[in-house]
Structures are given as structure tokens and as C-alpha cells.
């Protein structure tokens, strides 16, 4: 019996590093040219960097964790133990709102995909359809869903392999430097959560733990990995794309200012191949791959972080119920999908992405303090893997955090706001509840 209570362990090296890529890929692909409008060229690539450092730290230090308490819960059960139920909580609350939030936007731009191809076919309803299909796939099992995503995964890092070596010959210094720093160091940090959105994800790498083969082994591999994947990928991007003909042409559909665009590779391949060749029709199909990657590997995650909090009866204690038939969190994935349509249908998917990152930062936070804690007050527990030049990497990755968490409550008052009232009502909630239960 006890064989079937549990979630299966079936993932290797491999697969996580296809999950972990997977994740975040769709920020190489829409969104970031946004923070260019914000800061520039040059602004957006001091963001970056600062970003890049802050997901190296954390990267590493969030490893240490995942191989010491290899559970799906991830940040949730790391908190619990170094910080406190309380404290758990909300990191377990922030890690949801971030996978669920994260992939209605993902969807949308899935949806506009569609759309461009098949205009009679409306955005949302065939971001509601795969809503369904994704979250099918995930109920059926982590072998097919985890494969699925490998697949996925390498098609779209080849696409933006094949598009930097399309577009880098056409490379010219000058659209770099071209009006790069329009809205000086205010628009660094206004630019931050755009940065972020390149890298969004990664932590997902941890909610597998329980159904990785040897995650005390492998769960370093598949963060290292990722990460030195996501960081070429990311600078290959940046450069061909506002290489090609200066920031302004990949932010704005007609080039310049006016409505803004989600399709930056689109615009930046156009100027070389035009609209009509061969090669911008099969990479912008092939571009699908990476909206597809991260929307799905985001609700598998979510699956996973959303049914580990209802079986510590944190939260419903249905969501923490394994599918008999599939000993997957299907209960968990059908709730998160829900949410997820119910967001999708508000239309406003800038606001759910900057939403989003709050609850990424929240985690970030609580799981640096939660790693030097735990080094502190638990020196004995068994650490397979052990963060490199520990303490600065985790207080790096703090620092970065907080400092890029006031920046977006300087400039996204309102939504910050507003996920601030969701974390505080769902805690009251709970103590409510808890209190009542006792």
C-alpha cells in the first residue's frame, strides 16, 4: 500500500534540466522587451545582470535546500522547518501564486499564436482549450508529462540557437548604444521585473524532488544546468535581437512609439528574412515550442507546490489528494486550472505577470533566509549538496531580492497592493480556520 501513497520517482538528470529550461524559456521569447521601454537598452541590461547574479545565487543556494528536503512542496517545507509554520505558510502561499499566476499570461500569448495563424480561431477560447489539454496531460502522469517537456524544451532552445545565427551576422554595435539609457537609473529599476521575467521559474526544479530518482544527487545537476543554459540563452537573445535594429524596433509594432509589442524575435527576424520567408514562417512556428514549454512545465510545478500544502492540510485537504488511478495531484491540477481560467478571463495579463513576480520575490527571500537558518540552528541535517562560498551566495541572492522587491512596490504600487491583501487574507484565513479546528 505504502507504494501507492506516494508520488512516483521517475525523473532523471536530464529530464529536470528539460523541466528547469522548460520553465522559463517563454521569457526569451515575449515580455522582456518591455523593460526596454522602461530603461533602455543599456537600462535593461544593468536589470539583467543584477537579475543574472541574484538567479546564479539563488540557483545554487535553493539547491542546497531541494537536495537536504527533497519534498514537492518546495520553499513550503523548507520555511516550515527553519522558519515556522506561520512563516511557511506564506512562502507555500507566494510559491502558489507564482506558478498559478505565471501561466494565464503564457496562455494568452499561446492563444495570439493560434490567432495569427488561424484568425478565425479567438485567442481565448484556444488558450482555454490548452488550459485543458496541459493540465490532462499532467493528471496522466510526470513520466509522459516530464518527456513531453524534454521534447518541447530542446525544440525551442534549437529555435533560438538557429535564430541568433540567422540574425548575428546582420549584428550592428551602434543599435546598442542608439538612445540606450533614455530614462536613466529610474528606468534600471522599473525595468527589474521585466529582467526577472527571463528567468522566472527556474525554483520550479524543486517540486519535482519527490519524483526524481536520486534527488539528493540529481536535483544539483538539474539546477547547474539550467542555469548556465538560461544565462547563454538569454545573452545570445538580448544581443541579436537589439542588434539588429536598436531597442525601439522590437518594443513597438510599427517601430516606433505606440502600441507595444509581445513578439520581439518576430520583429527583429523580419528585418532580415522579411515577412514572407521560408525561414521567419518556420521559426516563428517553432517559436511556439517555447510558450508551450514553460505554460506547461509551470502547471506541473504548480501541481505539485499547490497538493504538498493540502497534504499538511495548510490549505483544502482535497487539493492534497493523489489521483488513485494515476498517483498524480490531479485534485491540485484541476483547482490551479481553474484559478488560472478565472484570471486568464480578467484580460489583464501585464497585471497577473507583475503579480507573479511579488510572489517570486516573497520565495526568494524566505528560502535565502530559510538556507542560512538551517545552516545555523541545523547544522547535523544531511546536506548531499552544499552551496559554493556559503554565505555569500545566499546573502547575495537576499539583497538582490529585497532590493528588487522595493523597486517593484516603488512602481507597481497598486498591484503590490493588491498582492499584499491576497497573501494577508489567505493567511487570516488560515489562522481562522486552524484556530477554529483545534
Known amino acids: 500500500m505504502a507504494k501507492t501513497e506516494g508520488l512516483k520517482k521517475t525523473l532523471t538528470p536530464f529530464m529536470l534540466w528539460g523541466l528547469g529550461v522548460g ?11 518591455l523593460g526596454l521601454e522602461k530603461g533602455g537598452t543599456l537600462g535593461l541590461a544593468i536589470a539583467t545582470i543584477i537579475i543574472m547574479i541574484m538567479y546564479l545565487t539563488f540557483s545554487f543556494s535553493y539547491a542546497e535546500l531541494a537536495c537536504a528536503i527533497p519534498k514537492a512542496g518546495g520553499v513550503f517545507d523548507y520555511a516550515n522547518k527553519a522558519l515556522g509554520k506561520n512563516i511557511g505558510f506564506i512562502a507555500g502561499i507566494a510559491q502558489m501564486i507564482e506558478f498559478i499566476f505565471a501561466p494565464p499570461a503564457i496562455a494568452f500569448a499561446i492563444g495570439a499564436y493560434f490567432n495569427a495563424f488561424f484568425p478565425q480561431v479567438p485567442i481565448l477560447g484556444s488558450a ?34 538557429l535564430f541568433s545565427g540567422i540574425t548575428l551576422p546582420k549584428f550592428q554595435y551602434s543599435n546598442l548604444i542608439q538612445n ?11 525595468a527589474i521585473p521585466f529582467a526577472i521575467w527571463f528567468f522566472l521559474g527556474i525554483e520550479g526544479i524543486a517540486n519535482v524532488a519527490e519524483e526524481t530518482k536520486n534527488p539528493q544527487k540529481h536535483i544539483s545537476k538539474g539546477f547547474g544546468w539550467s542555469i548556465f543554459t538560461l544565462v547563454i540563452l538569454c545573452v545570445l537573445v538580448f544581443i541579436s535581437t537589439i542588434g539588429i535594429g536598436g531597442w525601439e524596433a522590437i518594443v513597438y509594432k510599427n517601430g516606433k512609439f505606440g502600441e507595444t509589442s509581445d513578439s520581439p524575435l518576430p520583429l527583429a527576424l523580419s528585418m532580415v528574412t522579411g515577412n514572407n520567408h521560408f525561414l521567419y514562417h518556420l521559426l516563428i512556428t517553432i517559436g511556439l515550442f517555447g510558450l508551450v514549454a514553460s505554460f506547461h512545465g509551470l502547471i506541473l510545478a ?17 487539493l492534497g489528494k493523489l489521483s488513485p488511478k494515476f498517483q498524480t495531484p490531479a485534485n491540485a491540477l484541476i483547482g490551479n486550472m481553474v484559478i488560472g481560467i478565472v484570471a486568464l478571463l480578467s484580460g489583464k495579463t501585464g497585471d497577473i505577470i507583475i503579480i507573479s513576480v511579488f ?15 538551517l545552516r545555523k540552528n541545523d547544522p547535523k541535517l544531511p546536506r548531499p549538496f552544499k552551496v559554493p562560498l556559503y554565505p555569500l551566495f545566499p546573502i547575495l541572492a537576499l539583497v538582490i531580492a529585497c532590493g ?18 491576497i497573501i494577508i487574507s489567505i493567511f487570516l484565513l488560515y489562522k481562522f ?3 477554529a479546528s483545534q
Open 404 to 421: 528588487s522587491f522595493i523597486a517593484m512596490l516603488i512602481y507597481n504600487l497598486k498591484l503590490g497592493l493588491i498582492y499584499s491583501t
Open 23 to 33: 520553465y522559463v524559456i517563454s521569457g526569451m521569447y515575449f515580455g522582456w522587451n
Open 302 to 318: 504548480a501541481g505539485r507546490s499547490t497538493y504538498e500544502m493540502g497534504k499538511s492540510n495548510s490549505i483544502p485537504v482535497f
Open 128 to 161: 482555454i482549450v490548452i488550459y485543458f489539454i496541459f493540465t490532462a496531460l499532467n493528471i496522466y502522469g510526470i513520466k509522459a508529462a516530464a518527456s513531453f517537456e524534454v521534447v518541447i524544451t530542446i525544440f525551442a532552445v534549437a529555435e533560438l540557437l
Open 180 to 190: 540606450n539609457f533614455p530614462n536613466g537609473w529610474s528606468g534600471v529599476f522599473a
Open 359 to 373: 510572489g517570486a520575490l516573497t520565495l526568494y527571500i524566505i528560502s535565502m533566509i530559510s538556507v542560512m537558518v
Open 433 to 435: 480556520f486552524k484556530k
